[in-house]
């Protein structure tokens, strides 16, 4: 029997993908708000507030700028921003009784339309005193950003990115979420490519110069297995209750390396 050989290729971007001039310069735009956003939490987040003092800080800069929060009413989310401390992996929902608390770590994730183009960037934030093993944490999950964007280079491929993030958390002893990824974002909130962080190197999608994508790895301390809220439908956890850290930019494929446009 003849043996056939199976054609393999790569994966390649399809045309809305690429952005044009014109449509990069519009996502900056709404970059450098969700910036502005980040930067005005980063001034007031304080011990002692509420996740949903958070929006609220949110709901007034967006408003001011005359953006719109890309969650609000985003499949039935409620609120402007997410907010995930601790155990909460991502999609925490800004909630009056829940207070920051000395020791606590939090990752504000906030999402950007602005003349109907879509930016999202997420930071962290550590209150009060943070013991050390989750400070470092905090600290790897953010390297990781640093370790992704180094491959992030025309015509290498989004696997050789994630596989980069992948061996330097593991390095570290934590370990890298599978279930839920970055994407692609700019003229919607969530476009193509779905992007892993668990991805082998060569695989994947090709980054070609004009493709807008975000890095956003969830690090775990513990295992990488996660468990949604059964009751909110949003909220993610650690499986085994431990910390979990996630820090978000936004990068543009350039025609001889990358822009990151929202950190
Ligand atoms: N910013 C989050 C992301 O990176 C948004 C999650 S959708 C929400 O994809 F509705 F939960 F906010
Ligand atoms: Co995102």
């Not at 596989?163 to 330097?168: L, V």
């Not at 692609?184 to 980054?207: A, D, Q, R, T």
Request: charge should be negative.
């Amino acid at each position: 029997m003849l043996a056939m050989k199976k054609r393999e290729g790569y994966e390649i971007p399809i045309h809305n993908m690429i952005k044009n001039p014109q449509q990069i310069e519009a996502i900056r735009e709404s970059a450098k708000r969700n910036i502005e956003i980040l930067d005005y939490v980063s001034e007031h987040i304080k011990e002692g507030m509420s996740t949903e003092d958070i929006d609220c800080l949110v709901v007034e800069k967006t408003k001011q700028l005359g953006a719109i929060a890309a969650t609000l009413n985003y499949e039935g989310y409620s609120k402007s921003v997410c907010t995930s401390i601790n155990n909460v992996v991502c999609h925490g929902i800004p909630s009056k009784t829940q207070i920051l608390r000395s020791g606590d770590i939090i990752t504000v994730d906030a999402s950007t339309i602005y003349n109907g183009f879509f930016s999202d960037s997420a930071r962290m934030f550590m209150i009060g005193d943070v013991k050390p093993e989750v400070e470092r944490l905090v600290r790897v999950a953010k390297e990781s950003l640093e370790v992704g964007l180094k491959q992030v280079i025309p015509w290498k491929t989004l696997g050789d990115m994630a596989d980069a993030i992948n061996q330097f958390v593991k390095k570290n002893g934590y370990s890298v979420v599978r279930e839920i990824g970055g994407h692609g974002v700019g003229l919607e909130f969530h476009e193509e490519p779905w992007v892993s962080y668990v991805e082998k190197p060569g695989k994947g999608m090709v980054m070609a110069p004009g493709m807008i994508f975000t890095i956003e790895p969830m690090i775990n301390m513990g295992k990488a297995a996660v468990v949604m809220d059964r009751e909110d439908g949003w909220t993610v956890y650690t499986n085994d209750g431990l910390p979990s850290a996630q820090w978000e930019i936004m990068v543009l494929v350039t025609e001889d390396g990358h822009e990151v446009l929202a950190y």
